[in-house]
T-cell receptor, first 113, second 114 residues
């Protein structure tokens, strides 16, 4: 069983600040997905990173996959109240059973106006 | 249309009741999932259906009984639940069960067991 750590668990910041969320493991992943879940909704996929060292940008969100494909980060620039939600990483281990998503512990982000 | 719908939105039931949760998608997806989510925690996988057949059961107690009547519908039948089963139950679907693809989640059913 892989050890997966997502941090921080809680993040409360002011509008305009920057933040980074981390997803780390000792295992190598074939890919990793990041989801955001807003209150009262189901999670929504933000991005999938596949290649070691890959960087993907989604407006003010920057996602990075570690060179060794064991870790990933999500950086938000100039956070806005609309970014508030639960951020979840979901790594896909090598040789995984298809469809079996295992989420990290999640980061609850609150952005105050 | 990338929508997964779930009914009811909220459900309160006693420990002796029998109820069902319903999930529907019309995206032609052939993989469907049930997750359980406690407050401030990530979703936990319960069941996976591939081509209308149960392919993964994450050791879920038998008081939860899934059913996939056709490729668009997924039900979760509930019987003799415990208060600790109170949670948000999320349904999701993805296009191809043979690939690790985007899962589209419904808004969930918030269940309270008294």
């Amino acid at each position: 069983t892989q050890l997966l750590e997502q941090s921080p668990q809680f993040l409360s910041i002011q509008e305009g600040e920057n933040l980074t969320v981390y997803c780390n493991s000792s295992s190598v992943f074939s890919s990793l997905q990041w989801y955001r879940q807003e209150p009262g909704e189901g999670p929504v996929l933000l991005v999938t990173v596949v290649t070691g060292g890959e960087v993907k940008k989604l407006k003010r969100l920057t996602f990075q996959f570690g060179d060794a494909r064991k870790d990933s980060s999500l950086h938000i620039t100039a956070a806005q109240p609309g970014d508030t939600g639960l951020y979840l990483c979901a790594p896909v281990p090598l040789g995984t059973s298809y469809g079996k998503l295992t989420f990290g512990q999640g980061t609850i982000l609150t952005v105050h106006p | 249309d990338t929508e997964v719908t779930q009914t009811p939105k909220h459900l309160v039931m006693g420990m002796t009741n029998k109820k069902s949760l319903k999930c529907e998608q019309h995206m032609g997806h052939r993989a469907m999932y049930w997750y359980k989510q406690k407050a401030k925690k990530p979703p936990e996988l319960m069941f996976v259906y591939s081509y209308e057949k149960l392919s993964i059961n994450e050791s879920v107690p038998s008081r939860f009984s899934p059913e996939c009547p056709n490729s668009s519908l997924l039900n979760l039948h509930l019987h003799a639940l415990q208060p600790e089963d109170s949670a948000l139950y999320l349904c999701a679907s993805s296009r191809d069960p043979r690939r690790q693809e985007t899962q589209y989640f419904g808004p969930g059913t918030r269940l309270l067991v008294l």
